[in-house]
């Protein structure tokens, strides 16, 4: 990378703030943020949907001047990178079948050929955002790269990732108020690419993000996107759920952050919570606590349902479950998922590609998807920019390497791997048949869209 072409701009549209992120893609695959910026939002993004287009178009505007504006590396910004999170967003399997002579070489020509029938079986009002290829079948036998085989029949098969169209209407018509060029980015494929390792893709783990009105699940086998889906639930259901206690907006938030805890109580361990006295604990605490966990249990329970739904058999997801999001760091949550997955659990480490500056400041479970954009942006998003010096690390030298004269030995640190996978246009034929309906609808039918 040279000149401009390593700035990249990313925006979240949350459901609380919308983010802006400038940063720069260094030699080695991580990221250095220049700039960030945000601003709250109340019901302009509703559940990962953009609502009110004119007020989103703005605040979007504005985090983009900002960000031009900053005092260190001012820029002119030319395209940003904008996440895709609305909570329809679900996968469908879609399966492509063609025959051959047995006697003619497969071509490129053949899977893309493939590739453009599965708009043939997508089902009836899914908007297509990517779509994933998963492996081909050649007389029967699996075939990763079929190239130049001389098969009588391909199968391939494809993973089908899509939501309402109400979904990309209303962020176009939002974007198109902005005078710069956007490119999408799936939101929970974001998330992902900030907190899984190149070890959890391969041996098979799912990426989740807690958000304040969603909740993403990606799930990762072989180095491939096995399953994506959004759900209508997050952090800000629990505040919602404790204003029946006859308390405002700001004092259930306040009460979710210094009460709140995915367990009950009497399953928690007196020795990791020492201030748990049930004797002692008052009747309105228990019942913030009732309030709290039913709704989490809630939550994690159509989690599991989705990674069930994923077709891969959680017991093959070697690495478990990855967390991140603002509502992740409630209280209790690993142990909650644990139980009721029996698969390991730990917390993204949302900083682990950044560049080591960076990770006091941004390394957070509620920057995690902004970051995993910044990470899957791949063209250059600024002009006219200062040019950054490059990081200073400091290098600790062992004592007996300084006596002797040794120079300290630095590792080169591994470069990302972003998975490639086809954009689509953003007006996609809808073709008919969504055999799909009868699993989603409790899910995901809902009249505000």
Known sequence: MNGVSDYVVAIDLGSSKIVGCLGKKEVDGKIRILAMEQVPVKTEVSRGVVHNIEEVSKSVQDLIQLLSDNKDYPCKIDQIYVGLNGYTIRTVDINCTTNLSGEELVTERHLDELYDETRAQVPENLDVMEVFTQEFLLDGKLDLNPVGSMPQRIEGHYKIVGGKSTIMRNLEACLERIPCHHENVLGPLASAEAILRLEDKSKGSVAIDFGAETTSVCVYKGNLVRYISVLPFGGSNITKDLLQLNIDDEEAENLKLSKGTALHFEDQDPEEREDVNLEKTSKFDKEVNDIIVARIEEIVENLWAQIRYSGIEPQKLAEGLVITGGASKLPGLIELLRKKTDMPVRLGNAGEYLTAGNFDQYAKPEFALAIGI????????????????????????????????????????????????????????????????????????????
């Open 374 to 449: 910044l990470l899957l942006g791949k063209e250059g998003c600024c002009s006219a920019c200062i040019p950054v010096e490059p990081e200073v690390k400091k290098i600790e030298v062992p004592m007996e390497q300084t006596l002797g004269g040794f120079d300290s030995l630095v590792k080169e640190e591994p470069k990302l791997k972003v998975q490639k996978v086809h954009k689509e246009p953003k007006e996609p034929k809808k073709p008919k048949n969504n055999p799909f309906r009868g699993i989603f609808k409790t899910i995901f039918d809902d009249e505000d869209l």
